[in-house]
């Protein structure tokens, strides 16, 4: 098709769609923070800002301890770093790279485990028969803003003796049944990215209820000796500026009001994609952020497979992503052959996100919803 019939059609969109838009404060509101900033003529080293932010975050999520960095893969470096064993790491290949990436900058070893199949997520079940002797940890991946099996993984851990620590990058204001995500395990790491929930650029922190890995994370989040609250083997620079931080405190202000639109725009999504043979949406349970649209489309009962639909939506200019694909035992280095994890590839073959986020309004979501209809109905 030429772009001149794409444009006849009415549910071409004349801007892209993408998934995950930025969530923006007020321009004016920035604007003040930032001027506070040069006022003080203070712009990073725990300035005012990150301590307001790690206390806020804090509260928000009911922990003990949020330590800010700079992005979430140092975030999720520095928790499993701060644990200090040695060894391997059970962690899924569900997952973004940067989750794994973190845990080889750590000088931990990946170990690779199957998720379950409805939630995408590692279980106390899928986690047990990789544990051996060289096993220090677990890392899962808080993935759509749901908890993972935590009870029984935190059991499972118990048990054995190891450590238990989470992704939780996509998981801001996210609940676990009665509890926010934020609090489970020995610790979790959060992400600030743009594409995030809450946004400030980049950015991340890590949150625990432990004193003492509190201490070593904050110390190795800093190379100055007068940040040193612990003895570590290595620190680093991880520093949030107070750019960063003015941007953070700002999307946590808006925080609430960017889940209630969000969610808006996730129940026009459930209603719009009903009853369309072959698509699923991915339904929260618990209280969640509804960021991400997620979507597995089954090529048998809908007539063609994820990877057309998502060239076919190309052509309208509705950007819908494959996260993840492939899978991160399918990345170098991490490429294991001998590693036969089926249900991660399937949901690597059947998983997409759909467009979510401050630019639409619910007739773009509907809009979207038609376009995939029509798609079935045409084959
Ligand atoms: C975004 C993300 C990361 C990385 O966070 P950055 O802030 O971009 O470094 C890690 N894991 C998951 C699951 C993510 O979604």
């Known amino acids: 098709m030429t772009r001149k019939t794409q444009r006849d059609n009415p549910n071409f969109f004349e801007t892209p769609q993408h998934v995950a838009q930025v969530n923006l404060p007020a321009w004016e509101k920035l604007e003040t923070s930032i001027r506070g900033i040069f006022q003080r003529d203070y712009y990073t080293n725990h ?34 770093g701060g644990l200090e064993k040695p060894g391997e790491v059970i962690v899924p290949a569900f997952t973004f790279p940067a989750t794994v990436q973190a845990l080889l900058w750590a000088g931990l070893r990946p170990v690779f485990c199957d998720v379950d199949s409805s939630t995408h997520k590692i279980t106390a079940d899928t986690v047990a028969p990789l544990i051996t002797k060289n096993t220090v940890a677990v890392m899962g991946v808080t993935l759509w803003g749901e908890g993972c099996d935590t009870e029984n993984l935190e059991r499972l851990c ?116 009903q009853g369309i043979p072959g698509i699923n949406m991915h339904q929260y349970k618990n209280i969640n952020n509804y960021q991400y649209i997620v979507v597995m489309v089954d090529a048998g009962g809908f007539g063609m497979s994820r990877d057309k639909l998502l060239g076919t939506l190309k052509k309208q200019n509705i950007l819908c992503r494959r996260h993840f694909h492939p899978g991160v035992h399918r990345i170098d280095p991490f490429t294991a052959k001998d590693i036969s994890l089926p249900v991660t590839d399937r949901l690597c073959r059947e998983i997409m996100q759909l467009p979510n986020g401050q630019s639409m309004n619910i007739q773009d979501v509907e809009k979207i919803c038609a376009t995939i209809r029509e798609i079935y109905k045409n084959g």
């Open 47 to 80: 300035g005012p800002l990150v301590r307001e932010l790690d206390e806020r975050f804090a509260e928000l999520l009911n922990v003990e301890h949020a330590i800010c960095v700079v992005n979430g893969t140092l975030a999720l470096a520095l928790l499993a």
């Open 158 to 273: 118990n048990n054995h003796g190891l450590s238990l620590i989470f992704d939780s990058c996509h998981s801001v204001g996210c609940w676990h049944n009665d509890r926010r995500i934020g609090g489970f395990g020995d610790g979790e790491a959060f992400s600030f990215h743009a594409t995030k929930i809450m946004n400030a650029g980049e950015g991340g922190c890590i949150t625990t209820n432990d004193p003492d890995l509190a201490k070593r994370i904050k110390t190795m989040r800093s190379f100055h000796g007068s940040e040193t609250f612990a003895q570590v083997s290595l620190r680093f620079n991880a520093k949030m500026s107070e750019a960063q931080a003015a941007l953070a405190l700002l999307s946590l202000t808006d925080l609430e009001n960017n889940i209630a639109n969000n969610k808006l725009r996730y129940e026009a999504y459930s209603k719009g994609l």
